[in-house]
């Protein structure tokens, strides 16, 4: 029907719009190849010409709002002098060590060249790392804007985050749940915003969240990570601390249905714990979800090589559970609260993604209350492993093994109980030996003591003062004074011989 | 946002609670991939699942998360169902203790989460051990009455119930939202309720079944 009309149209109809005189074609909206080409070439140079107006406003504005937080964290630098004093001394140590080693080189030209060198080197560190940060977020605002590019309302959507993200940067110092309280509302208003207005899809407006979301957080996130004003930090170091000392939990005890013996199994596993510390090393909330999701997918290939079955719950917990203990990932809490704070909120609630991260807070908080009942264990044991006194796979003679390898373990550990005896008996003995000794020596020199007086006592009384008549030194002491002492005799020796000279 | 538009996407979440070995797993297997027992397992895992529906002309987004339900687990619970739309209870019906557990769970659901939860409680039938009294039955479905719930029984084996007990759950919870929606109108806690876990979305108009190449599924 329409292929019938379209044979009758008019011929003029078909002429290039522009009127060159050529025919126009309906994919090119009625121009010619030519006019096509040129007026595409004109749209897509205004577009680029677009692109970089923006960007350069961008640009500016990135800078402007930069210099603005340097000038605004300037006066607060003050509290912070250990920070700016250690700079100082970085930049003081690094021409010293120029200077000697220039003075190596060229030991006549003295320090004027030097002096330049310190002026050249001195501003280098801190412009740097100022030029890394600065660099990184704006790869993601290019990365951004790249996104956006198509977008009809890319450039408003621009607008607001870029807004919204510096006057976070303001606010910085607000409690960080007010703070959280701030993102996730923009979320909320943005989301709802972009599904009415933009008639965009829900997958469609999720994309865009979350480029939304790495835009933002990349700027804040060194504001809002683990930020002073909370005890996130305590309770880092605190579960760390906790989850040290549970390091004699077993397999067995958490009733974990992996079986490491397996090669693929134990390889999952570590993949899994290596996946669970990254997360600290990502920025951006999705990102760290990201590896939460990767480590809960290798602990389900554990579990499925291991018991050929798809993974519950029931055996997905405690399984997590191990690898938390196994990993100890770095700043576990604050990454938790990050998530918590600054997930896009949909991803949290419903989202697998949600679901893995519940799963990895439920852990947290078994471990932080885990206890001797949830091992299967007697209050007793459990203390005793936690305290280090014992531990479960050197179990004390009194507990009952069954297994093989329990038994063998038990033997060992009876031998090396036997040779730890064997070992105090004989240091006692040695001590009581050396003891002896001791004594023994005491009681010689009081000997020795009591013999001296005695001969010294049999002497006849005033001898003591008539030491010149020992020539023959019968008593060692009497001998080494007479060595030692002036030669009091001298003058009773004949006069030493003198040098003669004999005449012929 | 127009009361009355055209499709609508709900997504709710349904926390899946029992004790072990009652059949929660074979439940939710059966109900999203319509497997039991399957040896020759292409799920990598059970403890995730999500089914997407359409219930009388809206789309609907269910996430079923399963829970451990191992008694060492059980303080656990409320970071589990944070932000639930819906339960799913199941007990089995020749062990009544299991029963008690899901009153237990029931009084907690309702204590965190009020009226905003609906709740289904599912008695897994065993054909092979129907040793269970008539009397036993009435007493369940008049204290699931008592608390505000539906009940229901199940086979896994036989797919039987499943369907409608979730078909019945969801538009329980599509009425709670809309409920919530009249409730805050053109309110300013919009944000706060909607980031509550109850979230609507406007479809495009043109998303119809036969427009999409590879969105359904
Ligand atoms: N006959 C029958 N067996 C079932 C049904 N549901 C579960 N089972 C069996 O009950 C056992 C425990 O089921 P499972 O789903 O693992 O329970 P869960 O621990 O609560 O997840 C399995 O052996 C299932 O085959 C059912 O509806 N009918
Ligand atoms: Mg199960
Ligand atoms: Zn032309």
């Known amino acids: 029907m329409s292929q019938r009309r379209a044979i009758h149209v008019d011929p003029s109809e078909l002429l290039c719009t522009k009127g060159c005189g050529f025919y126009g074609n309906a994919a090119w909206q009625g121009l010619c190849s030519k006019c096509w080409r040129d007026e595409n070439q004109r749209e897509k140079q205004k577009q680029i010409q677009e692109d970089w107006a923006l960007a350069e406003r961008l640009q500016r504005e990135e800078e402007e709002a930069y210099a603005y937080r340097q000038q605004r964290t300037q006066p607060h630098s003050t509290p912070i002098k250990p920070l700016s004093k250690l700079e100082e001394r970085k930049t003081k140590e690094k021409p010293s060590r120029v200077n000697s080693v220039t003075k190596l080189f060229t030991a006549k030209t003295p320090s004027k060249k030097d002096v330049s060198f310190d002026a050249h080197s001195s501003p280098s560190p801190s412009s740097s790392t100022g030029r890394h940060s600065s660099a990184d977020s704006d790869i993601t605002t290019k990365e951004f804007i790249d996104f956006l590019k198509p977008l009809k309302s890319g450039r408003e959507i621009f607008k607001q985050c870029r807004a919204f993200t510096e006057s976070m940067i303001y606010k910085r110092d607000i409690e960080v749940d007010e703070f959280s309280e701030c993102v996730q509302d923009f979320y909320q208003n943005l989301s709802d915003r972009l599904l009415t207005q933009f008639k965009g899809s829900s997958e469609h407006v999720e994309s865009v969240m979350d480029e939304v979301e790495k835009y933002i957080m990349i700027r804040l996130y060194k504001d809002v990570f683990c930020p002073e004003t909370t005890d996130d930090e305590k309770k880092d170091l605190a579960i760390q601390k906790r989850i040290r000392s549970l390091h004699w939990v077993t397999i067995e005890m958490l009733c974990v249905p992996v079986d490491e013996e397996i090669p693929e199994v134990s390889d999952s596993v570590v993949k899994a714990i290596t996946d669970v510390i990254e997360m600290d090393s990502k920025r951006v909330p999705k990102d760290k979800l990201a590896c939460v999701t990767r480590c809960s997918k290798h602990i389900f290939n554990a579990i499925k090589v291991s018991t050929k079955e798809a993974a519950s719950a029931d055996d997905f917990l405690p ?127 009081d000997e020795v003591e009591q013999k001296v007086q005695s001969v010294l006592d049999s002497l006849p009384a005033g001898t003591p003062e008539l030491p010149v008549t020992t020539d023959s030194g019968t008593t060692p002491t009497a001998a080494s004074s007479a060595i030692d002492s002036d030669n009091v005799e001298n003058e009773l020796l004949p006069p030493p011989l003198q040098p003669q000279v004999f005449a012929g | 946002m127009a009361a009355t538009g055209g499709g609508k996407t709900y997504s709710f979440k349904v926390v899946l609670l029992g004790e072990g070995c009652v059949g929660k797993t074979s439940l939710v297997l059966r109900y999203c991939e319509n497997k039991f027992n399957d040896k020759h397992i292409t799920t990598l895992q059970a403890s995730f699942l999500t089914k997407k529906l359409n219930i009388t002309g809206r789309r609907v987004n269910l996430a079923i998360w399963d829970t451990a339900g191992q008694e060492r687990f059980h303080a656990l619970g409320p970071i589990y169902y944070r932000d639930s739309n819906g339960a799913v209870l199941v007990y089995d019906i020749t062990d009544m203790d299991s029963f008690q557990k899901v009153k237990n769970w029931v009084k907690e659901l309702r204590k965190m989460l009020g009226n905003d939860i609906c709740l289904c409680i599912v008695g897994k039938i065993l054909l092979l051990q129907t ?87």
């Open chain 1, 319 to 445: 399984t997590l559970i191990y690898i938390v203990l196994k990993a100890n990932p770095p700043r576990l809490q604050s990454n938790i609260q990050y998530i918590t704070r600054f997930c896009n909120p949909s991803r949290l609630m419903t989202g697998e993604d949600g679901y893995y991260f519940t799963n990895l807070c439920c852990a947290v908080a078994f471990i932080e209350k885990l206890d001797g009942p949830s091992l299967n264990l007697s209050p007793e044991e459990f203390e005793l492993y936690m305290s280090g006194q014992a531990s479960p796979h050197w179990p004390p003679p009194t507990a009952a093994c069954s297994s093989a390898t329990g038994s063998a373990a038990l033997t060992q550990v009876n031998q090396s109980m036997d040779l730890l005896t064997g070992l105090g008996v004989r240091q006692e003995r040695v001590l009581e030996k050396a003891r002896q000794m001791e004594s023994d020596l005491i009681d010689w020199t």
């Open chain 2, 131 to 217: 040793r269970f009294s008539g009397g036993a039955i009435v007493v369940v479905y008049s204290y699931a009455e008592s608390v505000g719930a539906k009940h229901y029984h199940t086979s896994a084996k036989l797919n039987k119930g499943i369907e409608e007990m979730f078909l019945d759950l969801c538009k329980r919870m599509m009425e709670t939202a809309q409920a919530e929606e009249r409730l805050k109108g053109n309110g300013a806690s919009q944000s706060a309720s909607s980031r509550r876990g109850v979230q609507i979305v406007d479809d495009e108009p043109q998303a119809t079944p036969t427009g999409g190449c590879c969105s359904s599924g």
